[in-house]
């Protein structure tokens, strides 16, 4: 039986990767199968993919490289761990998928989206999630938000972007959501982290009680 495969995606801090966070510490609690994965960097390849592109100091970096090196992450990523795990049953928590791509290097970047589109059904061998949460906030929010998290890491390359670039990739994620809503839940990420999760467990545990092997843990809660 098929796992299921959730992905987290948002602007650089909308506190999706948080919410990823608190949501594996949930079902590791009640003792479901999952994984907790990224892109890119989810695999040996991509943690040295990510370091190439996300680098502070990678400024010379050309959005066509940018765009095809995400590619190489995720049709390693998919094929290294996603499908693998999806394949044993398991529930898959990606931080970002392939919609990352859509918004960051077809709104961001201005990439033809039929392009980005062809890329990405490549990557992924045509693989979709299940679920994807888009937690949503506003890019002056977000951006202090990056901004506070500077103080203790190094903001990537992306975080260093002008703020035209953050609110093209906020429209795109809206877009796609707009587009695609039996697959995409917008979550408004501006409330406490805690009532945030309250919202984001209980679509999770909709969309995993179409599975037999989850019923026991969707009955429980």
Do not use: W
Not at 18 to 23: A, D, E, P, S, W
Not at 56 to 66: D, F, I, Q, R, T
Not at 156 to 175: A, I, K, M, N, T
Request: contains cysteine.
């Amino acid at each position: 039986m098929r796992g299921k495969l959730i992905t987290f995606e948002g602007i650089d801090g909308s506190g999706k990767t948080l919410q990823l966070q608190m949501v594996a510490d949930y079902l590791a609690g009640e003792q479901v199968d999952f994984i907790a994965t990224r892109e890119p960097g989810g695999t040996s390849l991509g943690r040295r993919i990510r370091d190439a592109i996300l680098d502070a100091e990678s400024s010379g970096v050309e959005p066509l490289a940018e765009l095809l090196l995400y590619a190489a992450d995720r049709a390693q990523h998919v094929r290294q761990v996603v499908r693998p795990a999806l394949a044993r049953g398991s529930v898959v928590l990606s931080d970002r998928f392939y919609d990352a791509t859509t918004a960051f290097q077809g709104y961001g970047r201005r990439f033809d989206l039929t392009l980005i589109t062809h890329l990405n059904d490549l990557a992924t061998g045509g693989l979709k999630p299940d679920l994807t949460l888009i937690f949503d906030l506003d890019v002056e929010e977000a951006l202090a938000r990056v901004k506070h998290r500077s103080h203790v890491a190094t903001p990537d390359r992306l975080d260093r972007e002008p703020r035209e670039f953050h609110e093209s990739v906020r429209q795109g994620y809206l877009d796609i959501a707009r587009n695609q809503p039996e697959r995409v839940h917008v979550i408004s990420a501006g409330a406490p982290p805690r009532q945030i999760f309250t919202q984001v467990i209980q679509i999770v545990r909709q969309a995993i009680a179409s599975s037999p092997l989850f019923v026991a843990f969707v009955s429980f809660c």
